[in-house]
């Protein structure tokens, strides 16, 4: 198994510009986590997801933030429009039972 | 949110040593998870203690809970370079995990 897998590794991005994060979990774990990853603020929960619903949003910053998952394989994150405080590292992570397995993360600049 | 608090915040020691981190949280927990972040990579867990466990072992690794002072230990022993990361501890919330903000050990050769 390749694990979670995350694109891009890096994104670097005008101010107000829509930025799309992807994840594909692993295989036959049915719980999806977004997480973001900030020096200040640690790992903060966005949203997450149970067998492809969303489950609890309330971590998601503002409107600009939405998540998608529209398969079991397959799951979105995107910011429109971007800003520079937007600039962290995104995970995703699956689940399967009590463990979390995360993808390598997604290190977004807006400048 | 965060629930779990990790301390110290860094640790720095010599390699062989032996090095001990520390993590408290705030409400009932059914288990507490340890996970180790390598500069620019995602979190791997490490180890599980559930709420009605004292101490597990796994290693090098040695985790102890104490749920009436609501915090754990987690004990690196024979520390290698290797072990340089981050190190978070996390807890349940029904489906959700809580994090803290981790310490960093840096482990000198």
């Known amino acids: 198994d390749a694990g979670v897998i995350q694109s891009p590794r890096h994104e670097v991005t005008e101010m107000g510009q829509e930025v799309t994060l992807r994840c594909k979990p692993i295989s036959g774990h049915n719980s999806l986590f977004w997480y973001r990853q900030t020096m200040m603020r640690g790992l903060e929960l966005l949203i997450y997801?149970?067998?492809?619903?969303?489950?609890?949003d309330s971590g998601m910053p503002e409107d600009r933030f939405s998540a998608k998952m529209p398969n079991a394989s397959f799951s979105t994150l995107k910011i429109q429009p971007s800003e520079p405080r937007d600039s962290a590292v995104y995970f995703c992570a699956s689940v399967r039972g009590t463990e979390a397995f995360f993808g390598q993360g997604t290190r977004l600049t807006v400048v | 949110s965060q629930q779990g608090e990790e301390d110290p915040q860094a640790l720095s020691i010599q390699e062989g040593e032996n090095a001990t981190m520390n993590c408290s949280y705030k409400?009932?927990?059914?288990?507490l998870q340890w996970y180790r972040q390598n500069s620019g990579r995602g979190l791997v867990h490490l180890i599980l203690i559930r709420s009605n466990e004292r101490e597990k072992h796994s290693g090098r690794l040695r985790v102890t809970l104490d749920t009436s002072k609501k915090s754990s230990s987690l004990l690196i022993t024979a520390s290698r370079a290797a072990d340089t990361a981050s190190y978070f501890c996390a807890t349940d919330e029904g489906r959700k995990l809580i994090w803290g903000l981790g310490t960093s050990l840096a482990v000198n050769p």
């Open positions: 997801f149970n067998n492809n619903v969303p489950i609890d």
């Open positions: 409400t009932s927990i059914n288990n």
